[in-house]
């Protein structure tokens, strides 16, 4: 049983995604694990054969328990340590195994031009890389559906093929998903407390959003016991960015559109390249700089809650893939499933509140990152340009940061590079 | 698509972006954003959902437009009606 946040001690395990005689390679989720936060996808850190399943589906284990034996390996899942532990099995080493897929450029472009989803891949070619005859594989067994369908078929676990379609010309369509997506389940009775919000009934999603509570205040009041916080905010004139926004959706399918948000995270995750101060953790009294920008995104859950899963190497995604990874990980956190190399990752978290927010928002670090940017609604202001004051859309951004691992200059320096990035969204 | 469908299809695809809310029982006049608690991400979700239904393709100039339910019924009666 993993720990997959740093104040975890225990675990439900709720589905087995494998059983005794599968082989599996390292990256492959193997099971559902419960916490109070979310469901989690499980993955395991070697290759091998299962030889035996020693958890049953529904029991409550602390962690470090063993779930499952592989030959061919030591354990599984990997017990990832938590982050107040030593640097060497801090985070953003134990996530880099399952990364993004490798491949080469030529395969990538094919995989885009397809249309292929590449996080449902398993490549075939040395080192689990993805080969050319990978995508085409995939592309061939691909019956026609909606990116909407696409989407949530991956998201709810349902297979494509097979699926009639009832939109135009027999494409898939998102309603064909949530049709078979809701139906009662085929699979033996393996009780699967809590898989979707509004399916179980009153008490189960009660309890769960009372457990969450309970985390969430254990993790934040821990924060301001231990991190003495610093806060500085800027008005960033969001014009360019905008306009630019406005330009780049014209003409656009709505699958392909962005949100203004996208560019913002794409622009927090550069800063943090060229701050390095603020990307990180705080372990053992010292700081220590992350090789990767994991950015946190806090996604507020419908009937409360708020969870903080990581967009992988967010700095080195183009300004596209990081607004369908947005959409992507905001739909799973909201419906519950998260994979394990999202939680506990993120190397620096963004808290948006969004069109319904406040205008500015002084957040609260989740240890043991240093540092939080905030992100409040945006609004036109009247702001001066060359002299002349003009209503020009605006947003309030903040940094809060652990002022053990940097002073004010530093957040300061932070936050003019992302004003410096928004400039210049067409180079995001 | 008459009035009466097109609000079906509105509350249909409000109520998937938010399964909370029951299609059959929200307050068709309720806002997104300030009562429903919809975000930039689920009004996506609901152009989307909106073109996958019924081919209509919303422009991002017309979002302001949509504001409930009611206003995105209105909405699709006047875009379909226009197609006939």
Known sequence: MPALGADMTEGTLTEWLVKPGDTVRRGDTVAVIDTDKAA????????????????????????????AEIDGAATTPSPTTTPSSTVSTSPSTTTTPPAPAVMSPP???????????????????????????????????????????????????????????????????????????????????????????GHADAKPVTNKLAAMRAATATLMARSKREIPHYYLSTTIDLSVTAEWLVRTNAGRPVSER????????????????????????????????????????????????????????????????????????????????????????????????????????????????????????????????AGLVGARPSVAVTLSGDHRATDGHVGSRYLQAFAELLATPEEL | MTNEQAQAVAAKVVAAVAPDIDPGTVEVSARLREDLDVDSLDFLNIVEAVHDETGVDIPEADYPLITSIATLASYLAGRTAAHT
């Open chain 1, 40 to 67: 989690i996808e499980v993955e395991v850190f070697a290759d091998g054969v299962v030889s035996r399943l020693l958890v049953e589906p529904g029991t409550k284990v602390p962690v470090g328990t063993v779930l």
């Open chain 1, 107 to 197: 395969v990538r472009h094919l995989a885009h031009v397809k249309g292929v989803d590449l996080a449902a891949l398993a490549g075939t070619g040395p080192g689990g890389s993805i080969t050319r005859r990978d995508v085409e594989l995939a592309t061939r067994s691909e019956t026609p559906a909606s990116p909407r369908a696409k989407r949530l078929a991956r998201q709810r676990g349902v297979d494509l093929a097979g699926v009639v379609g009832t939109g135009p010309r027999g494409t898939i369509t998102g309603a064909d998903i949530e049709r078979i997506a809701s139906a009662p389940p085929a699979a033996p009775a393996e009780s699967q407390p809590g898989s979707g919000a």
């Open chain 1, 258 to 385: 962005m949100v203004v948000a996208a560019p913002m995270l794409k622009a927090a995750a550069l800063a943090a390249q060229r701050v390095p101060e603020l990307n990180g953790f705080w372990v053992d009294d010292a700081f220590h700089p992350s090789h990767h920008v994991h950015l946190g995104v806090a996604v507020s859950l419908r009937g409360g809650g708020l969870v903080a899963p990581a967009i992988l190497d967010a700095d080195q995604l183009s300004l596209d893939a990081l607004m369908q990874q947005l959409r992507d990980l905001v739909a799973r956190t909201r419906a519950g499933r998260l994979r394990q190399r999202e939680m506990g990752s993120a190397t620096l978290t963004v808290t948006n509140l969004g069109d319904n927010g406040a205008e500015a928002v002084y957040g609260v670090i989740y240890p043991p990152q240093v540092a939080l940017i905030g992100l409040g609604r945006v609004i036109d202001r009247p702001i001066a340009v």
